[in-house]
């Protein structure tokens, strides 16, 4: 990795991302933890979704890509940013739709030269000259998402010709000496050819310096259940993730467990909250229900300081369950959508309804299944800077959590019998 390091990248973009990321992003967690002492809060790292609009209509998706388009307007978006600077904060993903969809991303990087972005994007939009442009601001790492093969990228991303677009663009990022990343949402389709040694190796080989393998979830308008992954299969990506780590010469980046293969959730943990489209601020991007938004007239600090839903939100999450509150207990978020009047921040308009048709099943949490960190690097970066903050600890109560698998429910994913469009996928 080392190697890779000092032959393959520009070193002035691997100085800022090791300064603000690495040294900063790690002053950020500990102002964190002090706050947390203090019983203030605001969390770390924060994630924007500057856009709703999207050219692509993949499966499963939550954002309204079809609808008006609505964005984060520079000047929002740049004030949000200060806001969270002052409270240490240099580490913002950016989000969409489709992020490079709005024309004023760069100039928002540019804005901003003393924190890091990470683009979730992909990747259509990176020609030689936005990737010149974002080389030369040095504080942005696009991540890219392959979905698949060429049929099952086409399948899941709703049209023609998508992995070659895809690939072009990482090409175009590579070659301008951007540090770049590769994402996937794992599912049934795409596990057996990017869960794999062969898939890892060729990223390698293109000079892609991390990957990021997160769980299909089955929400939003059509989510596609189908494709989710089985209590057993998720085991297979945590197992891979954690050899990959050890043995790869490429970073492995999760958010869903600890050093010790517990699981966690970040927004429950309170590392890391989202912020829509519309401006409001959410616990995480799939949870599309909020009480506050950035366009108010208060305080970004004040907002999460006090906001009794985000607070709420952790604490009844974290009483019930270690894994995703969607997959497993959407109820607990319909109720907590009712006590606090929440609104629905989607433009469609029906959150509770889609809450309310979720089929549980298991998430990352699998207890007793908890495959720990093999690499010595990952086990120190993680018990310092990714746990679960003492939320666990505090308000977890292991007779609260209501097993989805434990009745029969239909948490092991649907058989091919089932499903013959999952067939025909795979074909």
């Given amino acids: ?72 307007e520079l000047d929002a978006a740049s004030k949000t940013i200060e806001q969270a600077k002052e409270m240490g904060n240099s580490f913002f993903g950016i989000l969409g739709g489709e992020p490079f969809m709005h024309k004023d991303l760069l100039t928002l990087f540019e804005r901003h030269p003393d924190v890091y972005f990470q683009v979730f994007t992909n990747g259509h939009f990176i020609t030689d000259e936005v990737a010149q442009r974002l080389r030369k601001c040095g504080n942005v790492t696009p991540l890219i998402s392959v979905e698949g093969s060429e049929i099952i990228s086409d399948t899941r991303r709703g049209r023609d010709g998508v992995l070659n677009q895809t690939m072009e663009g990482i090409r175009a990022a590579v070659r301008n000496k951007l540090l770049v990343g590769v994402c996937t949402s794992v599912c049934k389709s795409n596990i057996d050819d990017l869960v794999s040694d062969k898939w890892v190796d060729r990223l390698i080989e293109m000079g892609v310096m991390y ?53 966690l959730c970040p927004a429950v943990t309170g590392f890391t909250h989202h912020v829509g489209p519309w401006g409001d601020i959410e616990p995480c991007p799939v949870i599309q229900l909020a009480t506050e938004s950035i366009h ?34 959407p109820d607990l978020l ?14 469609r308009g029906g959150v509770i309804d889609e809450l309310k048709a979720v089929s549980p099943r298991r998430s990352q949490y699998q207890p007793g299944d908890e495959i720990p960190e093999r690499s010595f690097v990952y086990r ?36 091919p019998e089932d499903t013959p469009d999952l067939v025909q996928i795979r074909t």
């Fill in 1 to 72: 990795m080392a190697r890779r390091f000092a032959l393959e990248t520009d070193k002035r973009l691997l100085a800022k991302a090791a300064w603000m990321l690495g040294v900063k992003g790690l002053r950020s967690v500990h102002k964190h933890k002090q706050r947390l002492k203090k019983g203030d809060f605001f969390p770390p790292f924060l994630y924007l979704s500057v856009i709703n609009s999207c050219n692509l209509r993949c499966q499963g998706c939550w954002v309204d890509v079809a609808a008006k388009q609505h964005r984060i």
């Fill in 211 to 263: 990957c990021w393998f997160h769980i299909y979830r089955p929400v939003g308008p059509e989510p596609n259940p189908q494709l989710a992954l089985s209590s057993e299969e998720q085991r297979r990506v945590r197992q891979f993730v954690v050899d990959t780590r050890a043995t790869k010469p490429i970073i492995v980046i999760d958010a869903y467990h600890d050093d010790a293969g517990n699981a």
């Fill in 380 to 415: 120190w970066a993680k018990k310092y800077a990714f746990n679960d903050f003492g939320t666990y600890a505090k308000h977890f109560k292991s007779s609260n959590y209501q097993d989805p698998q434990a009745d029969g429910v239909a948490s092991e994913g649907a058989t």
């Fill in 334 to 347: 319909v109720e907590l959508a009712e006590k606090h009047g929440a609104r629905d921040t989607t433009a």
């Fill in 296 to 329: 108010d007239d208060v305080p970004l600090k004040d907002t999460f300081n006090q906001s009794t839903f985000l607070r709420d939100f952790r604490e009844l999450t974290a009483g019930n369950t270690r894994g995703c509150v969607i997959m497993e207990r």
